[in-house]
């Protein structure tokens, strides 16, 4: 490749500079130079990590990262021949590069010796020749406010358009296999609490990363993995490792599991409940993954790749997909989470691994499947109701009763970061023999719900899910319209459960959300993404409305009357015990 010696202003150095880059990003193809234009003059701080960290930005897809980028400048600085001014500019080159989701999986796919016309390769190279969008040149971590703190990926987002897809093939398998088909329900609101789980990320938006980011740019001791083999293997092992963590304090711990225990909630385990996730984990999952800062490892990198451990356990909830013999020595699979998701006490506290099971092997949480015994799936103390936001909060109320159940404020206190079956003088997640043992069968809380019902919550979930792709690239930026849109969004899935449950408030109250998701599109202009919904939103909330002033009976079940409040109120005063 030439070296930087034409046009000896900075102009011709940057311009050089980014020869050099995209050169080394051609080394596979034909290690040609390509001339760039000149840049306005950078800043020399550009090197530091949070230079480096302003790589992860904006994707050329709608909502998705280019998270990989950062693993890049110590090698364009050796393929530079270590010069540090060619390294400044080599690392703002990196800050104006987007790239899609098709870009991120060539960068994994180009350590394999493949021919270099492959799809992904190609898509990986026009990305980035392609991105021109500069990003302001924001080098001090302690100057960023919690707005300009850089975006999460959204590949789980993107994952529940797949995830429908895999529910639909889920029940053709298991209708091929003439087994239990899962209540429809049960599905959708899995998916519900997917969209919520997502949602929140438009109001938090990577804060609750802040201590990575500054670990990592203030006290990493390793320099950033390289981009072999080697180096993909083992970033998927060491965030394994922390999601392992992460897992088993989220079931051995009391308050942990007080909010984890939405994703054990589905009384079927399908491939829907791998996205059912309570947006309160954002709270202390990112604790387990900051060793990970200390190793070197950038928080895009790390960002991504906690969201691809996730996105591989959604095909892992299914009771469609046999043993799967030799593979699960290694692997997690369907099999073996089976167990985890059980409530038959030989199920409880077991298995824990993310993408590998030997995490469970060597910490001693393996347990093997029972032939003998039908697992029930579902929480213990099972809730009956679907709203989501209810679901969020309704297991709290055990956590203050066994603390007021205790006989000191010290066993109060231990009460909450032990197991939820601890009692004193027991080990950490309790005695077996205090433990309920849930067999089968089980009774199961059924939706009052008929064909209109699920087609009305069907469509108002896909209208959400779309307005939450589209509010995904503005997450972060806090704006009036934004706000007002994502909580429009949030009504609209707790109506979701609140429809299933049919209560005697549900027909005004969903009327009021129509009403109100109406006003908000006829006086609130939304991000350019989302403008394009308008009308398909109005047209939406017209027709729900005229539904719910003329004929409600149209979608609540004729079947069965909706609950009274004397009714509603027995419900909320049954008692469970552990």
């Known amino acids: 490749m030439g070296s930087a010696q034409r046009g000896g202003g900075q102009a011709g150095k940057e311009g050089d500079a980014r020869r050099c880059f995209l050169d080394v990003s051609h080394r596979r193809r034909d290690h040609r130079a390509v001339t760039s234009t000149s840049r306005p003059p950078l800043s020399t701080a550009a090197h530091s990590p949070r230079a480096r960290l302003r790589a992860f930005s904006a994707s050329s897809t709608p909502g998705l990262i280019a998270p990989t980028l950062c693993l890049l400048p110590h090698r ?27 870009g991120y999986l060539s960068f994994l796919t180009d350590f394999i010796p493949v021919g270099p016309q492959t799809y992904l390769h190609h898509k990986l190279h026009s990305d980035i020749a392609a991105a021109s969008v500069a990003k302001d040149n924001i080098t001090d971590y302690k100057a960023l406010d919690a707005d300009e703190i850089s975006a999460v990926p959204t590949y789980t987002l993107q994952g529940l358009w797949w995830v429908l897809w895999l529910v639909c093939l889920e029940y053709v398998v298991l209708w091929w296999q003439r087994a239990p088909l899962p209540c429809l329900h049960d599905n959708v609101m899995s998916m519900v609490h997917g969209v919520l789980y997502e949602i929140t990320k438009v109001l938090v938006r990577g804060t609750e990363y802040g201590a990575y980011m500054w670990l990592w740019q203030n006290y990493a001791f390793l320099p950033p993995m390289g981009d072999s083999f080697l180096a993909v293997v083992a970033l ?12 088993r304090a989220s079931h051995e711990i009391m308050l942990l599991w007080a909010i984890h225990q939405v994703h054990h909630s589905s009384q079927d385990l399908t491939v829907s409940v791998g996205m059912r996730h309570s947006p309160l984990q954002r709270s202390f999952a990112w604790v387990f993954y900051l060793p990970l800062a200390l190793l070197g490892v950038p928080p895009s990198l790390m960002l991504a790749h906690a969201q691809f451990n996730l996105l591989f356990q959604c095909w892992l909830h299914t009771e469609a997909v046999p043993s799967l013999g030799p593979l699960e020595y290694v ?25 590998f099971i030997f995490w469970d092997h060597l910490f001693g949480t393996f347990e093997a499947p029972d032939k003998e015994q039908k697992i029930v799936y579902g929480i213990l103390i099972q809730p009956e109701f679907f709203n989501p ?73 896909l209208a959400t899910l779309m307005l939450t792709c589209r509010l995904a690239p503005h997450a972060g930026d806090h704006q009036a319209a934004v706000l007002l849109y994502s909580g429009s969004v949030v009504a609209a899935l707790t109506s979701a459960g609140m429809l299933y449950n049919q209560t005697w408030y549900t027909p005004a109250l969903e009327a009021a959300r129509c009403v109100g998701g109406l006003v908000l599109c006829l006086l609130v202009t939304p991000p350019a993404a989302a403008a394009s ?44 015990f552990e």
């Open 76 to 102: 364009l600085s050796a393929a530079c021949g270590g010069r540090s001014d060619t390294y400044v500019h080599v690392s703002h080159s990196l800050e104006i590069i987007t790239m899609s989701e098709d």
């Open 331 to 355: 692997f997690n699979t369907p099999n073996h989470h089976r167990v985890h998701h059980g409530s038959n006490k030989y199920c409880l506290d077991k298995n824990y691994g993310g993408v």
């Open 389 to 461: 936001i209810s679901h969020q909060f309704h297991y709290f109320r055990n956590v203050v009763r066994k603390m007021r159940s205790m006989d000191s404020w010290r066993n109060s206190f231990v009460s909450l970061i032990k197991g939820p079956s601890w009692l004193p003088g027991a080990p950490w997640t309790g005695w077996d023999k205090d433990k309920l043992d849930v067999t089968y069968p089980r009774e199961y809380m059924k939706a009052t719900a008929t064909p209109t019902t699920h087609t009305y919550v069907i469509l108002h979930f």
């Open 236 to 247: 998927v092992v060491l965030v394994d490792l922390g999601y392992y963590w992460f897992h």
């Open 533 to 576: 919904l308008l009308p398909l939103l109005t047209v939406l909330y017209v027709l729900s409305l005229l539904i719910w002033v003329f004929k409600p009976s149209f979608v609540l079940c004729n079947r069965a009357a909706p609950a009274t409040p004397q009714l509603a109120n027995a419900q909320q005063q049954k008692k469970h």
